[in-house]
């Protein structure tokens, strides 16, 4: 039996004795070009779909096993329902890994990297009493 899985790699980007990415030579696979307004703003929707998807990925176990923590009239009823959460959960799990793993993302990630490294002194930890709206998709 082949295990189908695919392992994501979800170390730091960047290492923490080098400036450059892991595995990066002189010439980088992603451009550093000026990103224009419209690209930041796409760029920080990303981050906070990827945010709020990771959010709510901690409640995940509690959905899986909720049906069983219910009484039902028949064990296939039950087997239905657990199916179904463990179907859902996975369907969230699978966005999240695909979100993560895009293209997109690993630009996003490779020029917040390359910027924090460059401009350390500018990055402080967020707060999320300072965004109140934080978990809002559409704000």
């Excluded at 401009?119 to 704000?139: G, K, M, Q, T």
Aim: aromatic share 8%.
């Amino acid at each position: 039996m082949t295990d189908n899985r695919q392992e994501i790699d979800l170390r730091p980007i960047m290492s923490s004795d080098s400036p450059r990415p892991h595995g990066q030579t002189q010439k980088s696979e992603f451009s550093q070009e000026a990103w224009d307004e419209e690209r930041l703003d796409k760029a920080l929707k990303t981050l906070k779909e990827m945010h709020i998807q990771l959010r709510n990925l901690r409640t995940t176990i509690p959905r899986i096993i909720a049906p069983l923590t219910t009484q039902y009239p028949t064990p296939q009823i039950l087997y239905y329902e657990f199916k179904k959460s463990i179907k859902a959960a996975n369907k969230e799990i699978q966005g999240f890994r695909q979100l993560m793993t895009a293209e997109e993302s690993k630009q996003i990630f490779f020029r917040a990297t390359t910027n924090q490294v460059e401009n350390s002194e500018c990055f402080r930890p967020w707060a999320v009493s300072e965004h109140p709206d934080w978990l809002n998709s559409d704000s």
